[in-house]
């Protein structure tokens, strides 16, 4: 088993900035198989949706970003500390909703999620 902690969520102005973060943790075994976290958003009335995503593999490190938020936020993963960063900038209240964490292998893990709230 992986577990996914997350952490950064909170109350913000529109245009101001947040950094989420998602520690895994759990048997070197599962995480090393591990390669993909990203993060999530989820709002009343909507399925979850990605929002950023970041694999590694034989292909090398690859981030993918949902359409809405490309140039204003940025994954990035810290291979010792198994976490990764969600960086956002320039929010907008749409940017509103929980947050929850990814991380893949076979099989998917899940975080509790954390609120963001963009006021306004």
């Known amino acids: 088993q992986v577990q996914l902690v997350e952490s950064g969520g909170g109350l913000v102005q529109a245009g101001g900035s947040l950094r989420l973060s998602c520690a895994a943790s759990?048997?070197?075994?599962?995480?090393?198989?591990?390669?993909?976290m990203g993060w999530y958003r989820q709002t009343p009335g909507k399925q979850r949706e990605l929002v950023a995503v970041?694999?590694?593999?034989?292909?090398?490190?690859?981030?993918n970003y949902a359409d809405s938020v490309k140039g204003r936020f940025t994954i990035s993963r810290d291979m010792p500390k198994n976490t990764v960063y969600l960086q956002m900038n320039s929010l907008k209240p749409e940017d509103t909703g929980v947050y929850y964490c990814?991380?893949?292998?076979?099989?998917?893990?899940w975080g509790q999620g954390t609120q963001v709230t963009v006021s306004s």
């Open positions: 990814n991380a893949r292998s076979t099989l998917d893990y």
């Open positions: 759990g048997s070197i075994f599962n995480l090393n198989f591990l390669n993909a």
């Open positions: 970041i694999t590694w593999g034989a292909r090398g490190i690859r981030t």
